[in-house]
């Protein structure tokens, strides 16, 4: 009686064991956002070396497949295709240079929020001076564009 | 001994179950983005009675105390007084009405981003059509608008 007692025990003490160790065995949140926001950063270099380059294949890759370019003057492009055949026309306007300024970073691993200033060159000449909003996701492992909106801080002339 | 292995057993199996219900007894999530995006549609609502009310002080008190209201044409506007200014010139440049279509939240209990698109009205006509992206967070237990961008799908006249 007194075996049978303590050999029903020792099975729900251990499958209290495996209880808590499946427990404890989730995967644990490593995001930080502090890294978040250096890996943002990165993906802003990337963005700005890619608008230099004309290269508007790359731009398209920068956003996720499913993206939203949310630019003033006309209704949000979406997709890649669609957002490819926006960059292209926007490197063929004659802008020159993006320079992106981000200001803080929220979110999450699954989303991140980043705000900033951004300049439109044309040659040496600074020709928008622009806040933005854009909403980040990771796709295939990187921070890529999933929704991007933003307006001029100049008053309309 | 055989008393002492069971009793031991016991107590192993009873600090199991306390360890196991400590862990459950964490604050659990209760962060559901269906109901979240109910509140937000709700806040819209108020948001659009306030503006038909011309309340530009209601209006101020939707934003977070930190809040920047980014609309075109101007930098960013910073804090709940210089936002109350600003919703005021709105409300005095002769906008009656805002319609407010969400269209999709993304995010957590400690930030929600929507888009959506909206129109604003003089009288019943209607005067811009502009897609949004707003940051909510939390403030005093209510969704409050921490950051709030948009821009005219509308080209430039």
């Known amino acids: 009686m007194k075996n049978t007692i303590l050999g029903f025990t020792f099975i729900i003490a251990t499958a209290l064991v495996i ?10 949140t490593t995001f930080d956002l502090v890294t978040a926001k250096a890996e ?16 508007s294949v790359g731009l398209a890759n920068a956003y996720t497949s499913d993206a939203k370019f949310m630019s003033a003057g006309a209704p949000s492009v979406v997709g890649r295709a669609n957002i490819q055949s926006a960059m292209a026309g926007i490197v063929n306007s004659g802008i020159t240079k993006v320079d992106l300024r981000l200001e803080n970073v929220y979110g999450t691993k699954d989303l991140i929020a980043e705000e900033g200033e ?3 060159f044309v040659g040496d000449k600074e020709v928008a001076i622009e806040k933005y ?12 564009l999933f929704r991007d909106i933003f307006n001029s801080n100049l008053p309309v002339e």
Do not use: Q
């Open 19 to 28: 209880s808590c160790t499946s427990k404890t065995e989730e995967p644990t």
């Open 133 to 144: 909003l854009v909403l980040w996701k990771k796709e295939d492992g990187k921070w890529k």
């Open 40 to 55: 943002i950063e990165e993906a802003n270099e990337n963005f700005m070396a890619l608008v230099a380059a004309g290269d």
């Open 118 to 120: 951004l300049s439109l």
